[in-house]
């Protein structure tokens, strides 16, 4: 409900608002916030009901702001009759937070004897593990560790990628560490360090020590490291390049001739630059074919929003030249010396061939007529049959029918500004919502990391 009109449950605040809107009122009747405020009043309801409504609008808001301020005052001194009643309860002892939830900080009351109270903070740590719960724990843990590494994706005795190996269990109540029996072959993080591996793999142990409070487990997980490739040719190639780095002072390494009694041949492959070109051609004539397309297309547009632009001077030139006494023809030689010199004025363009056609002897008749068949627009065409008309039937009033014309041309020139302002706001959208989208990423990424990391 608007602030001041109809029914209100909060009538009985309505002379102490009146009055505090008249203390106020005297005050700030001036200020540029009130002028505001009664232009958009008068906006709405006129000028007749724009002080009345406002007068309104201003008690109401003070009714409303004395309500919430009473409400405030009343649960304030409720809550303080609660806790005079209650009085200061006695602290004999703390519980500790739950195992896991972290460390809690406490503020208490502190007297000593007769003294002055004092407000004094503790640290309060969670509660730590009994030793059958940490043992209970460690086997959980250890059962779940067994498992994934027994039951993983990858073959113990066949590793050929990194593997994952988790940092906590059980929630993060248990923490693991990795060591490595190698660390030239696969690092403490399952990062196979070594490449290329021997070809009949070789062997590590990673050892995972279980910590849950004061208690800690040892476990042992063998794995054999083997190549990434076992084919024929991966063989190979590890071979080849085991002997370059053996001769790396050679000017060159010769190729293998044979593997496992095969023949072997080696070949350079061609170059595929031609398949390139044959590719790009047609996709490059395809892409030309849509720009010219396009350009064409926005041209045309141009032209037609440069004309629709140009209009209401135009007829209003026109207006004025033949008010002046002047035939049509001379007004159309007149406008084709003063108007504008830019070569991509389309309104000069046509009004130059026009001229040139009565040059060569064509009527005026048919040259309005081209004129306006020319332009394509509804408004041209509607010049030139004014144009025409006047020299068929030599009817007066041509002058004010062109003012009319030229007072509608430029209301039509507003609702298309309009229009365009309209779309301009419209493709500003879409770069707004990506601006969105990038401050969300923004402002989420870092707190999602933060909240992995409790």
């Known amino acids: 409900m608007r602030p001041g009109t109809g029914a209100d449950p909060w009538d009985i605040l309505r002379k102490p608002a009146q009055w505090l809107w008249k203390k106020r009122e005297a005050k700030l009747r001036h200020g540029s916030v009130a002028r505001k405020r009664m232009e958009a009043l008068t906006a709405l309801y006129g000028q007749v009901k724009a002080a009345e409504e406002y007068q309104r609008f201003q008690i109401g808001k003070y009714e409303r702001l004395l309500a919430l301020a009473l409400a405030g005052t009343a649960l304030s001194a409720g809550l303080l009759g609660v806790s005079i ?76 990628e990194d593997i994952s190996l988790p940092g906590q269990l059980c929630g993060g109540l248990v923490e693991v560490s990795w060591q490595s029996s190698n660390y030239d072959l696969m690092d403490g993080a399952g990062q196979i360090r070594k490449d290329p591996v021997d070809e ?67 070949y350079e492959i061609p170059s595929l630059s031609f398949l390139w070109a044959a590719l790009l051609t047609p996709a490059g004539c395809l892409a030309l074919y849509a720009a010219w397309d396009r350009d064409l297309m926005e041209a045309g547009k141009k032209r037609t929003q440069n004309l629709l632009l140009a209009y209401p001077s135009f007829l209003a030139r026109t207006a004025l030249l033949a008010g002046t006494g002047m035939p049509l023809r001379t007004v159309f030689f007149r406008m084709a010396k003063t108007t504008g010199q830019r070569r991509d004025d389309p309104v000069r363009e046509e009004i130059l061939r026009a001229c040139r056609e009565m ?34 039937r030599g009817t007066s009033g041509l002058t004010e029918a062109l003012n009319r014309e030229a007072q509608n041309a430029f209301e039509e020139r507003k609702r298309y500004a309009k229009k365009r302002g309209e779309e301009a706001q419209t493709r500003l959208l879409a770069p707004m919502l990506m601006l969105l989208a990038v401050v969300m990423i923004l402002v989420l990424v870092p707190a999602c990391f933060s909240f992995g990391r409790i």
């Open 85 to 160: 009643a209650q009085g200061a309860k006695t602290v004999t002892a703390l519980e500790r937070p739950v195992t896991g939830e972290g460390s809690q900080k406490l503020t208490l009351g502190l007297q000593i004897g007769d003294g002055p109270p004092a407000q004094v903070s503790l640290d309060m740590p969670e509660r730590a593990f009994r030793a059958e719960e940490e043992e209970w724990l460690l086997n959980e843990a250890q059962e779940r560790l067994t498992g994934q590494m027994e039951g993983a994706d990858w073959d113990p005795d066949a590793v050929s």
């Open 200 to 266: 009949e793999g070789e062997t590590v142990t990673l050892t995972a020590r279980l910590s849950c409070g004061d208690s800690e487990r040892m476990l042992t997980f063998p794995l054999r490291i083997v190549p990434k490739e076992t084919g024929a040719a991966a063989r190979i190639v590890r071979d080849v390049e085991r002997k370059m780095r053996k001769e790396g002072e050679a000017d060159s390494v010769g190729l293998p001739e044979e593997f496992d009694g095969q023949p072997l041949k080696w």
């Open 359 to 392: 040059e060569s002897g064509k009527t005026q008749l048919e040259a309005f007529e081209n004129f306006g068949r020319r332009c394509g627009l509804p408004q041209y065409r509607k010049y030139a049959s004014l144009l025409s008309r006047n020299l068929q």
